[in-house]
């Protein structure tokens, strides 16, 4: 009887763990679109590529998949790698997705050049990127000079981005239903 009650006990424990580890799999995910204009892909050296793109929209679009809104550009600064990213190169030729692992980023030149510093991204497992992950292309085979708009779509997975007060405040503004709660110092 002590043996059956002391499996249940180990039962009843595996089963609390893996709940938990259900439960930290669902952490908040939002999508931020940026748009800009030519790009271009230099190849560096130990794997990390460097993504140039031009002509950035001083506005990006940040969503949680239930509620959207806009945002300054200056606050994807703070997103800090690594970070799983789909870019899409479009033009009059049709387009062409490749699948990043971003480590780092800057916004320059008043805010209308972002450099990322990308690894190409082999497998994705994640949900908020997933229907690009069909389409995708190898960055290597892309010929950038075809496309005049170029789009990120960065995965924020968890809290990391509430770390800024303003883009905190940009996330309680995408979960609140009070468009007073939208109203602040940062916009």
Known sequence: MNRSLSSGFICVFI???????????ESPRYVIYVQGGDSSIIHGSEGITDI????????????????SLLIPDTLVQSITGPVNAAVVFSGAGGESVSLIRISNLS??????VLTLGVHPLEFYEGEALKSFAREKNELDA???DKFEITGIYFEIIGTALENN????????????????????ECG
């Open 165 to 184: 007060n303003c883009l905190a405040q940009e996330i309680a503004c995408l979960k609140a239903d009070d468009v007073k709660a939208c109203l602040g």
């Open 52 to 67: 140039i793109v031009k002509d950035i929209i001083p506005y990006v679009h940040f969503s949680d998949g239930k509620k």
């Open 107 to 112: 916004l320059s030149h008043e805010n209308k």
């Open 142 to 144: 892309i010929e950038v």
């Open 15 to 25: 089963l609390v763990s893996l709940a938990g580890a259900s439960i930290a799999d």
